[in-house]
C-alpha cells in the first residue's frame, strides 16, 4: 500500500496566548521567540495512521511539503516517526501561493510520485484554520475525498471510514485510491524513536523546484491569488474580569454564588 | 460569452424537515449584503414536497427560492450534495454563495469552489460590503482563535463563504414579505458518485441540547478524570444546565466526544458559561466566546480563560464546588 502524507509546519499551536504577536503592519505572525515551528499537529496525527496502515498491509509512506529548505525539520520528524521517504517542495515563484495554488503544487508533485493507494492530509492546519488543500486536491486528483476521519480500515482495495460529525459518525466505504482528511480522534501520534532519528538523520530529503514538477507558473505564487489579505489584528478581549476571593476555596465558590446572584447572572 | 455572476445565494439545510438554525443566520446576513449591494438574494434547497419550507424562506428573506430534488442532508454522502449543489449554482450565476460551517457546509464549500472557479472563505465570523468599493470584506479567526484575518477578493470569480454557526442572529421571520419559488431541475451523472455512506450514526443525547442550553458547566483537562465531573453535574442540575467539555476530556476518553465546544466541536451561546479546570486555549474559547456571561474555576492563575471570563475563582474545584453548589441551591430557594 503506497501512502503520501501531505505535511505542513505550523508556529507551534500551544503558544500561550499571551506569547502570540501579530505585526499588524505587515500583516504577518512574529515568530515566538524560543519555540521552533512544529509540524501541524492534525498532519502528524495523518503520518500515524498512515503508519498503522503500513503496519498492517506493509508498503512505502512518503511525505511531501510545500515550504523552503527550513522546512526539513518537520519532513525529518515524520520520516524519524517511520514514514520511508520525504519530499520538499520549494521554490521563489511559489511565494504567497493560496489553498489553490498549494494544492495544485501537491498536486503535481504527487502526479509525478505516481502509484499512490492513498493521501491523507490533517483536518486543517493550525495556522489559517481554512481546511481547504485536501478537499482541492482531492478534486483536482479525481479521486474520493473523504473528511475528519476518526478510524480507517483497507481490506484490499476497498476501504471503509469513520467520519465524525457532531451528532455523531458516519461510516462511509470507497474504493482506492482516495483522499483522507484525518481527525485528532485518531489518536496521539507516536514519538520518533532513537532507531527512528538516526535512520532520518541519514535520509537525504529532496527538494523539488517549480521545473521539477512542470508548474504553470500562472497557477502559484502571490499572482494567482484568488484573494488578498486586508487586516491581521489580534482579537479583541471585551471582558475584565472580577476575582472573586475569600479566606478559604470554600468561602471563595461561597461568595462567587452570591456575586453572580447580586448581578442577576443567576 | 461570460455570463456575468450577480446577487447573493444561500445554501439552505433542512434538519429534519425544518430550516436549520444556521441557516436562519445565513439569511440574516445574506440579506444585509443583498441590500447594502442592491443586489437580490436567493436560497436553494434540496428535498421533496418542501413548499411549506420554500415559502418559510421568504418570510424570513429570501426574494427566490429554488427548490431541486435529492435525498435529506446528511442521508447520502456529501460528494451527492457537492454534485447537486454545484449543478445548481453552474446555472444561477451568483456572484456570492453563503454556506454554513457545518458537517456537510466544510466538505461542500471547498469542492464548490474548485468546480466553479470561485474564491473560497472558510469559517467566518462577520461579513460586510465595504463602502466605497462594494467589495466584500470577510473575517475570520486564524491561528486557532489568537488572530483575526480580514480577507477581500478583487477578482471577479464567484465568492464562496461558510459562516461559523452562531456568530450572527437569526433572520426575524417576517409573514408579508414576497418572493417566488422555482423547481430547478438537473441532471446528475450518478456514477461519479464514487464513496458509499453505510450508515449515519447519531448518538442518543440525554437532557437539553448543548446549543439549546441556557446554563453549561464546561470541565477541562483540570478536572483530572471521569469522576471528577459528578460534582460538574451536581453545579449542572441546580442551575438546570448541562454539561460540556474541552478537547482533553475526549481525547483521553473520560467523556464522550459529542459533548466538545470549541472550534473543532459544538460553538454554544448561552447565558451563562462556567469553565471548570478550563485553561482557556482560543481553539476552545472560539465555541462559547459568544456567552452572555463566562465565569471561570481554576487552580493556576496564569490560565487564559481569567483574561476572558467576567468572573473568576482561582481554587482547586473540589474545594470551591460544593460550596457554590450549596449557595446556588439556597439562592433558589429563597
Known sequence: MNIIVCIKEVPDPQIPPAKFRIDSEAKRILPPEGIPPVINPYDAQAVELALRLKEKHSGKITVLTVGSEASTTVVKHALSMGADEGFILADKSFDGSDSFSIAYILTKAIQKIGNYDLILCGRQAADWDESLTGPLLAENLNVPLLTLAQSVEVSGKEMNVKRGILEGCQFLQVTLPALVTVSNEIGQPRLPSGWGIISAARKKVPVWTATDISVEPSQIGAGAARRVLVKLLSPKRARMCEIITGETPAEAGEKLGERLRQTGVI | ?334
Open chain 2, 1 to 334: 460569452m461570460m455570463v456575468s455572476n450577480r446577487g447573493v445565494l444561500v445554501c439552505g439545510e433542512l434538519v429534519d424537515g425544518s430550516i436549520s438554525s444556521t441557516t436562519r443566520e445565513l439569511l440574516a446576513v445574506g440579506r444585509k449584503l443583498s441590500n447594502d449591494l442592491g443586489q437580490s438574494l436567493s436560497t436553494l434547497i434540496i428535498g421533496d414536497k418542501i413548499d411549506d419550507q420554500a415559502l418559510e424562506l421568504i418570510s424570513l428573506g429570501a426574494d427566490q427560492v429554488y427548490v431541486t430534488e435529492g435525498p435529506k442532508f446528511y442521508d447520502a454522502p456529501s460528494e451527492l450534495y457537492v454534485a447537486i449543489i454545484s449543478e445548481c449554482c453552474k446555472q444561477l450565476t451568483r456572484s456570492i454563495i453563503l454556506i454554513g460551517q457545518t458537517d456537510m457546509g466544510r466538505e461542500v464549500a471547498p469542492r464548490l469552489a474548485a468546480r466553479l472557479g470561485a474564491t473560497v472563505t472558510m469559517d467566518c465570523i462577520e461579513l460586510t460590503i465595504e463602502t466605497q468599493t462594494k467589495r466584500m470584506l470577510l473575517t475570520k479567526p486564524v491561528y486557532g482563535g489568537n488572530a483575526i484575518a480580514v480577507w477581500a477578493s478583487e477578482s471577479n470569480k464567484p465568492q464562496i463563504v461558510t459562516l461559523r454557526p452562531r456568530s450572527s442572529m437569526p433572520a426575524v421571520p417576517d409573514p408579508t414579505r414576497k418572493g417566488n419559488v422555482t423547481i430547478l431541475s438537473i441532471s446528475l451523472d450518478f456514477s461519479m458518485i464514487k464513496s458509499r455512506l453505510v450508515k449515519t450514526a447519531k448518538e442518543e443525547i440525554k437532557g437539553l441540547k448543548l446549543e439549546e442550553a441556557k446554563v453549561v458547566i464546561c470541565g477541562g483537562g483540570g478536572i483530572g478524570g471521569k469522576e471528577g465531573f459528578k460534582l460538574l453535574e451536581d453545579l449542572a442540575k441546580v442551575l438546570s444546565g448541562t454539561i460540556g467539555v474541552t478537547r482533553v476530556p475526549c481525547d483521553s476518553g473520560w467523556m464522550p466526544i459529542s459533548l466538545e465546544i470549541g472550534q473543532t466541536g459544538r460553538i454554544i451561546s448561552p447565558d451563562l458559561y462556567i469553565g471548570i479546570g478550563v485553561s482557556g486555549a482560543p481553539q476552545h474559547m472560539a465555541g462559547c466566546s459568544g456567552s452572555k456571561y463566562i465565569v471561570a474555576i481554576n487552580r493556576d492563575i496564569e490560565a487564559n480563560i481569567f483574561k476572558e471570563a467576567d468572573f473568576g475563582v482561582i481554587g482547586e474545584y473540589t474545594k470551591v464546588l460544593p460550596s457554590l453548589i450549596e449557595k446556588f441551591k439556597n439562592l433558589i430557594l429563597t
